[in-house]
């Protein structure tokens, strides 16, 4: 096979209850020129016989100890040979004509490092109403960027050489889990990026996974890039206790904030961050506007319930002081 103009890379661990699913439709794509390197990492289930069922040219396969999943894509992004690499990962769905849809916005757009795509949410093999519909253009991506994901990793599409200027996934673990909203962060800074809104993928919750069960480590770290992000764009016009503040705000990960969050104070970054990007865009204040009034009714309702939950607190120790005072017991 001559140097194919897309790498697929798929990583996977112990994936064997929908790898089919998700390698077969890699292998029905519209557009069909391309390597599909998949990486068994250490699986211990029945993951390798299905990979080795598969009698496909396209396909490369190999196998290595575990890793973990950032070493494991760092590994096949290195091994790629293709123009673009796309993501998938071992339990979700492409559309037949996602890469072909993807290639004809890279290869039209030659500023943007990578595009995504709208998503179709399923548990397990159970389809829902459930949808990420994530913004699609750029500067509201961007804004976004600042306090969490708007990316489903496994419908990534990236210019192979924008690793060669922002680097690989990070393998420092305490930068993993979120390792693509740490790796989408730093490519925003230098490259546009969009989605393109369709649904192009079906994007499946599985028991016992971390992401998508919300167990804290994760959203945690997510707030510290949140945190790093405003302050890259914000600089010296914000302090760290600030934009910490505000990211553990908007992500409703009230036990992170040290004092009381000034509320109007931190409104008032929402709508600086949202003037800096114009700026640097030059593209004008209304664009990112609506946006960034999204943004503030969450972060009232966040600090609502950040309140709330401290008055509860209070409430409860005093009620369990008097209590056991009086010999009632205490509160649950």
Known sequence: MSTPLLSVVMPVY??????????????????????????????????AAIIQEYD???????????RGLAATLNRGIEMAKGKYLARQDQDDISYPQRFEKQIAFLETHPEYGMVGSWAEIWIQDKKTRRTHK?????????????????????????????????????????????????????????????????????????????????ID????????????????LLGATATEHEVTALAALMN???????????????????????????DVHLQPTEALRKRALMRLRLLKNHYLSYKYRRLSIVTTALSNIVRKLTGWGTVA
């Open 252 to 278: 409703g990960r009230y036990h992170l904030l040290s004092t009381k969050p000034n509320l109007q104070q931190l409104s008032h970054l929402v709508m600086r961050a949202a003037e800096t990007l114009s």
């Open 217 to 232: 480590p994760l959203l945690d770290r997510a707030v510290g890039i949140s945190g790093e992000n405003l302050a890259w």
């Open 56 to 66: 496909d040219s396209r396909i490369r396969y190999y196998e290595h100890s575990n």
């Open 14 to 47: 112990n994936g064997a209850a929908y790898l089919g699913r998700a390698i077969e439709s890699i292998l029905c794509q519209t557009y069909g020129y391309y390597e599909f390197i998949i990486i068994n990492d250490g699986s211990t289930d029945e993951s």
């Open 134 to 214: 994530h913004p699609s253009d750029n500067l509201t991506l961007k804004f976004d960027l600042l306090f969490n994901n708007p990316f489903v990793h496994s419908s990534m599409m990236l210019r192979k050489t924008v690793f060669d200027e922002i680097g690989l996934y990070a393998d420092d673990k305490s930068r993993q889990l979120p390792e693509d909203y740490e790796l989408w962060s730093r490519i925003a800074r230098k490259f546009k990026v969009a989605n393109i809104p369709e649904m192009l993928l079906v994007y499946r919750e599985v028991r016992g996974s971390i992401s998508r069960n919300g």
